[in-house]
């Protein structure tokens, strides 16, 4: 009778258990989608904003003697045309973008075969938590399809800045030193992060958030390539 009393108890409190288990992982399941909507509203909201740059653009046309500046909100953020008093000057800089943006609009650019196209890129892509390696690899292909496709282009690799929004810097220095082994024949590499580092973070004289420049971080930006700019 004890036996039979043990028993009854155990599948009892399995019972609650499974109740109890049961609501739970309907509850996860529920806020796990409401995660997911969000951000997939956040991405749409993006996207839209990534599309309608990208599509101007397209309908902008790139010279032969123009100078481009391409990358992410870091270059997008500046109007370089008045820093340098330079009409030739062309920002193509989007929100956002990562080394897979890039590659994916790289063909509005090089069919215009640019003068010289100063790129920084990057910051984004290690926001989303892409390895060293998968960035390094679009690198050398952003420079591949320009050599291939624009020949007599000169490309200026930036490095990345610093960034006061990731956990380390350490993986931004490890890209830097790895970009710049890629210079070479018309590929030039110009260091900006030791510019803007101090304690191994953006320093706060440059910026705001700890990500974008301020007007005096642009002014220092505009020092170090005025050179490039006009030789």
């Given at each position: 009778?004890?036996?039979?009393?043990?028993?009854?108890?155990?599948?009892?409190?399995?019972?609650?258990?499974?109740?109890?288990?049961?609501?739970?992982?309907?509850?996860?399941?529920?806020?796990?989608?409401?995660?997911?909507?969000?951000?997939?509203?956040?991405?749409?909201?993006?996207?839209?904003?990534?599309?309608?740059?990208?599509?101007?653009?397209?309908?902008?046309?790139?010279?032969?003697?123009?100078?481009?500046?391409?990358?992410?909100?870091?270059?997008?953020?500046?109007?370089?045309?008045?820093?340098?008093?330079?009409?030739?000057?062309?920002?193509?800089?989007?929100?956002?973008?990562?080394?897979?943006?890039?590659?994916?609009?790289?063909n509005t650019?090089?069919?215009?075969?640019?003068?010289?196209?100063?790129?920084?890129?990057?910051?984004?892509?290690?926001?989303?938590?892409?390895?060293?390696?998968?960035?390094?690899?679009?690198?050398?292909?952003?420079?591949n399809e320009?050599?291939?496709?624009?020949?007599?282009?000169?490309?200026?690799?930036?490095?990345?800045?610093?960034?006061?929004?990731?956990?380390?810097?350490?993986?931004?220095?490890?890209?830097?030193?790895?970009?710049?082994?890629?210079?070479?024949?018309?590929?030039?590499?110009?260091?900006?992060?030791?510019?803007?580092?101090?304690?191994?973070?953006?320093?706060?004289?440059?910026?705001?958030?700890?990500?974008?420049?301020?007007?005096?971080?642009?002014?220092?930006?505009?020092?170090?390539?005025?050179?490039?700019?006009?030789?």
């Amino acid at each position: 009778m004890k036996k039979k009393n043990v028993i009854c108890f155990i599948s009892i409190l399995l019972n609650i258990f499974f109740i109890f288990y049961g609501i739970y992982a309907i509850n996860k399941k529920n806020r796990v989608q409401i995660i997911q909507r969000e951000n997939a509203n956040r991405n749409i909201i993006q996207s839209k904003y990534y599309l309608a740059k990208e599509s101007q653009f397209e309908t902008l046309n790139i010279k032969s003697s123009d100078i481009v500046f391409l990358g992410d909100s870091i270059t997008n953020r500046c109007e370089w045309e008045e820093v340098f008093n330079n009409s030739s000057i062309k920002n193509r800089g989007i929100d956002g973008d990562t080394t897979d943006g890039i590659l994916n609009r790289l063909n509005t650019i090089t069919k215009g075969h640019p003068k010289k196209i100063f790129l920084m890129i990057g910051i984004n892509d290690l926001l989303h938590r892409r390895d060293t390696v998968y960035i390094l690899n679009n690198y050398k292909q952003i420079l591949n399809e320009i050599r291939m496709n624009s020949s007599d282009t000169t490309i200026y690799i930036e490095s990345i800045l610093p960034n006061n929004n990731i956990r380390s810097n350490k993986d931004v220095k490890l890209l830097n030193s790895e970009l710049q082994k890629l210079s070479g024949n018309r590929i030039v590499y110009i260091n900006l992060f030791d510019k803007f580092v101090s304690d191994n973070r953006l320093s706060t004289k440059y910026t705001y958030d700890g990500t974008h420049l301020n007007g005096r971080g642009y002014l220092i930006w505009k020092q170090e390539i005025e050179k490039y700019i006009n030789p």
